[in-house]
């Protein structure tokens, strides 16, 4: 089993509309999470981080769900400039600061 | 002002050749990283470097090697490259390591096609 697993996408999501999406993660000793956008041959980037008590940043929600093991992104009145491909990345605490990435879910957002 | 650079961007190269790739980062940060994307596009994490101290070494070829020679400059030499090591290369840096929310910068990616 993969240590952080996303659904892969694509998910279209019309201009305006709202898309939100998991990711499960499977060392219950993980502390820190965090979701980072990749555009299309790009480095990655950090999106936000995800705190214990939900967090928002603008358009953006993120949640953590301990007990399930998952952390979710949703996305607000989408733009166009919200395609990417998001990746959910989780850090345990008995690690060098090693992250472990999911391999991202793409949101492809049509006019 | 680039926060983490790398160089080549691209790099086209025989099998069996030497390759290195350069990273750089003037954020002043301490711990820098190799990363390596593949075609499924899962980044993993291949070396970890704290002051110039080897941190985190990840189950690598032994082909692929680190180099700090500073804290703001982590190259990665590879010898004998094989087909399988075409992938992106990302080179990342932050502020300290271990727990905490430390923001992982990454350099643009240099993308290594063997053939």
């Known amino acids: 089993r993969k240590e952080v697993e996303q659904d892969p996408g694509p998910f279209n999501v019309p201009e305006g509309a709202t898309v939100a999406f998991n990711c499960t993660y499977s060392?219950?000793?993980?502390?820190?999470f965090f979701w980072y956008r990749q555009d299309c041959r790009k480095e990655p980037k950090l999106l936000m981080s995800v705190y214990s008590s939900g967090n928002e940043d603008g358009r953006f929600t993120a949640q953590l769900n301990r007990a399930s093991q998952y952390i979710s992104l949703l996305i607000r009145d989408s733009k166009l400039s919200d395609s990417a491909t998001y990746l959910c990345?989780?850090?345990?605490?008995?690690?060098?600061?090693?992250?472990?990435f999911g391999a991202g879910t793409q949101v492809v957002v049509t006019p | 002002d680039t926060a983490v650079s790398q160089t080549p961007k691209y790099l086209v190269t025989q099998m069996g050749n030497d390759k290195s790739i350069k990273c750089e980062q003037n954020?002043?940060?301490?711990?820098m990283y190799w990363y390596k994307q593949d075609s499924k596009k899962f980044l993993k994490i291949m070396f970890s470097?704290?002051?110039?101290?080897?941190?985190i070494n990840e189950t690598v070829p032994n082909r692929f090697s680190p180099k700090s020679p500073d804290k703001a400059h982590l190259n990665l030499h590879i010898n004998s490259l094989e087909l399988g090591d075409s992938a992106v290369y990302f080179c990342?840096?932050?502020?300290?390591?271990?727990?905490?929310?430390?923001?992982?910068?990454f350099g643009e990616g240099s993308w290594l096609t063997v053939v």
């Open positions: 470097y704290n002051n110039k101290e080897l941190i």
């Open positions: 990345v989780v850090k345990a605490t008995d690690s060098w600061g090693k992250l472990q």
């Open positions: 990342a840096s932050s502020q300290g390591v271990g727990t905490g929310g430390n923001t992982i910068y």
């Open positions: 060392n219950s000793a993980s502390q820190s």
């Open positions: 954020l002043g940060h301490d711990t």
